[in-house]
């Protein structure tokens, strides 16, 4: 038998063992936490009867669990097209070329003064723009981030409670296995061995059925931890919106507004503009940083749609 990778420590402690292990009527031999390895002391029950549970409790995978973990998956999905970073990465790139084309040292020039103020015009106009969107995104964070939380957890439980029917099946399959090796060793008649090896053949499909099954749980864990990453990332975008960009642009407007009035009628001096050019550095250095947390975010986002997608194929084709 193929071993199965390790379970998780959040998908191992998200769903204690109850009463529901498995939906066979026949009663299981061991009890989980015995089910690591057959016990020589219990007798050995034979491979057909092992054989009908495992099968049942396949099909129970496929007509129950299966499709409660793609609907995990659905929901994931849904929350994942609600991001909305579009709106706020162009804002975010406005501003930026906004403090870039401000031309401090047109403002010195009384023939170019007057497309100064409009640069800083046009960037006091982006900055109130970022300003209202941020203001939203924090909104729909604070918002949404309990509610996708929750799904989270839903598919830590439903990727747990699979892995278990897993493991009860893998268990059974081992046991399967030596009984037909004990088996073989006494087979006596050409029909007791066509038998045995129609039972292994059966023995072999069943364990195909359930390493699909297995890596469909180990992709909801991957999924699950991508959700996480994508989670902190998603704080620390706002973290930077809310602690950085707003007081840099703020400060900006504030360093920009005197200057404006000057600048209708006269051309500035440049220590009037010192200030004002340190508060356009600032905020150019916490604007590249929203930048790149939201590069990192669309990465992120990108790859948990590759896998939900894949999830969704794999459900598909056990249900």
Avoid at 13 to 42: G, I, K, N, Y
Avoid at 85 to 97: F, N, Q
Wanted: aromatic letters at 4%; charged letters at 25%; one cysteine or more.
């Amino acid at each position: 038998m193929t071993d199965y990778l390790p379970e998780s420590s959040w998908s191992e402690s998200a769903h204690p063992a109850s009463r529901d292990f498995w939906e066979s009527t026949r009663p299981a031999p061991f009890q989980e936490h015995r089910l690591t390895r057959p016990s020589s002391r219990v007798q050995r029950r034979p491979a057909a009867g092992l054989a009908a549970d495992v099968n049942e409790l396949l099909e129970s995978m496929a007509r129950k669990r299966v499709p409660r973990l793609d609907a995990v998956r659905a929901r994931l999905a849904q929350a994942r097209a609600g991001l909305g970073l579009e709106a706020i990465d162009a804002a975010v790139h406005a501003l930026h070329a906004a403090t870039t084309a401000l031309d401090f040292l047109g403002s010195r020039n009384g023939e170019t003064a007057v497309d100064f103020v409009h640069q800083a015009q046009a960037l006091l106009g982006a900055s109130t723009a970022l300003r209202h969107l941020g203001t939203a995104f924090l909104q729909r964070h604070a918002t949404e981030a309990p509610v996708a939380r929750l799904v989270w957890i839903d598919l830590a439980l439903e990727s747990s409670s699979l892995q278990k029917r897993v493991r009860q099946a893998a268990h059974w399959l081992a046991e399967m296995d030596q009984d037909l090796v004990a088996r073989r060793r006494v087979a006596t008649s050409e029909v007791s061995a066509r038998a045995i090896e129609e039972l292994a053949r059966r023995a072999q499909a069943m364990h195909t059925r359930v390493q699909v099954v297995h890596r469909l749980c180990s992709h909801a864990r991957s999924v699950h931890l991508v959700c996480e990453q994508l989670g902190e990332e998603r704080i620390a975008l706002c973290t930077t919106l809310q602690d950085k960009v707003a007081p840099a642009s703020w400060r900006l407007a504030q360093e920009l507004q005197p200057l404006l009035e000057v600048g209708a009628y006269r051309a500035l001096v440049p220590t009037e503009l010192i200030a004002a050019i340190d508060a356009r550095h600032e905020l150019q250095v916490v604007l590249t940083q929203a930048g790149a947390q939201i590069i990192r975010l669309q990465d992120g986002d990108a790859e948990l749609a590759s896998q939900l997608s894949w999830m969704e194929q794999k459900a598909r084709s056990i249900a």
